[in-house]
């Protein structure tokens, strides 16, 4: 299993990166990059710091350095477009960035005047990704020049508050201290957890601990515990022919009582209705974990991309960017 503490390598140009990917579940997990994705099919759900966004086809989401995420592809997965940048990127020219995070994830609604700069700045990602991936001549140029086009649009229209440097430290090792944590619980979860164990380690009190699950991602510690074992108790339902009481026990549940509320709560029925009611995709069936994805290499993608890039072309070659900055 992957930390959970993502190390984002930038294997050509600095400070920046993208992917194509194909994700089931990615686990909870911070990365220092900031991280801009698009949603070319599926219908996702997205999870920061607690908050859950179902997001479909089309929609743009947003990530802040070190803020606690996971995604969940749903039925057959998901298609997404990653694009991942180091503050260092952009603060050379804009130096209060380091201090700038957007409040809202899921962008599209704010661009609900401006559609059309909406369905453009999805152009713009799509072939930015097709230049990254196909490294034409001087392509690390218009990859710039897309990204500042791309992120002009997201500061001018996307919510997003400026904080202090010592609320950005603080905030920063709020993100790390949880970061820590979660990759804790999701190494441990099938074994005993008690939030006092993990608040001794990180030198805490009860109370401290307690809140900061709440503020972080708006759960207890306990809820929190239940619902990673209820996912991959969920798992080994959809792929095993093991016995109920045997998954409970496995998944870390003192009690199938337990596992089969979760199960009523979530599914309407008891554990042992729910194995074959939903299937989870072949490409996930390979491991039962919480991270399952499949990242497309470059040749790939250019062939995944190129219909979507000459869809984009035709519809909108007329658009000048100078509309686009209007």
Not at 47 to 56: A, K
């Amino acid at each position: 299993m992957e930390k959970e503490f993502e190390l984002v390598a930038h294997p050509q140009i600095h400070a920046f990166r993208a992917l194509l990917v194909r994700l089931f579940s990615r686990a909870p997990h911070t990365h220092r990059e900031m991280e801009i994705g698009l949603v070319l099919d599926g219908n996702p759900q997205l999870t920061v710091n607690g908050t859950i966004r179902n997001l479909q086809s089309g929609d743009i989401y947003l990530l802040n350095p070190m803020e606690l995420h996971e995604i969940h592809g749903q039925s057959g997965g998901a298609l997404i477009l990653a694009i991942q940048m180091s503050r260092q990127l952009v603060t050379s020219y804009f130096q209060h960035d380091e201090n700038t995070c957007f409040i809202e994830n899921s962008v599209r609604s704010f661009f609900s005047q401006h559609e059309t700069r909406y369905e453009i700045m999805k152009g713009l990602l799509i072939e930015l990704a097709y230049n990254y991936f196909g490294q034409f001549a001087n392509y690390e140029y218009k990859c710039m020049s897309l990204l500042n086009m791309i992120l002009y649009a997201l500061h001018t229209y996307v919510p997003k508050k400026t904080y202090t440097d010592a609320e950005i430290t603080t905030r920063r090792h709020r993100q790390e201290r949880m970061s820590r944590i979660t990759d804790h619980i999701e190494k441990n979860f099938r074994q005993k957890l008690l939030l006092r164990d993990i608040a001794a380690h990180e030198n805490l009190s009860l109370t401290y601990l307690s809140h900061l699950f709440r503020d972080e991602l708006d759960l207890s510690f306990q809820e929190y515990l239940n619902l990673k074992r209820f996912e991959y108790a969920c798992r080994l339902l959809q792929h095993t022919d093991k016995k109920v009481l045997t998954i409970s026990i496995e998944s870390g549940f003192s009690d199938v009582r337990y596992l089969n509320q979760l199960c009523q709560k979530y599914y309407g029925c008891p554990a042992s209705e729910l194995r074959g009611k939903t299937r989870l995709p072949a490409a996930a069936d390979r491991q039962v974990s919480s991270n399952t994805q499949n990242i497309f290499t470059p040749g790939d993608s250019i062939l995944l991309l190129h219909t979507l890039r000459e869809n984009y072309q035709d519809k909108y070659s007329s658009y000048t960017i100078w509309e686009f900055y209007r």
